[in-house]
């Protein structure tokens, strides 16, 4: 199960980016390339996609590698779904 898209939009909604979401691809690299995915959009984030998916993420989950690209962020929640 891809989910890409859900992982786009909770970003895109999280980091309030509007129109420039439509942009984001799995390549696409968020840490250091969008000015809003700071360490606080990062706890934001992570909460968003705890209520959504409805999962938990532990603290030693948390890596620069997971939040490198959407495409690792999109594959570590198919990983929590799948666990």
């Known amino acids: 199960m891809d989910n ?11 980091l309030g980016i509007g129109e420039r979401g ?11 390339d969008i000015p809003e995915f700071d360490s606080m959009a990062v706890v934001s984030v992570i909460t968003a996609l705890e ?3 409805g999962f ?16 690792t962020l999109s594959d570590f929640v198919t990983r929590k779904l799948a666990a």
């Open 4 to 14: 890409f898209e859900d992982v786009r939009s909770i970003l895109v909604e999280t």
């Open 22 to 32: 439509a942009a984001l691809a799995r390549e696409s690299v968020l840490l250091g």
């Open 51 to 53: 209520e959504e998916f």
């Open 56 to 71: 938990i993420v532990d603290d030693d989950e948390i890596s620069a590698e997971t939040f490198e690209t959407l495409g």
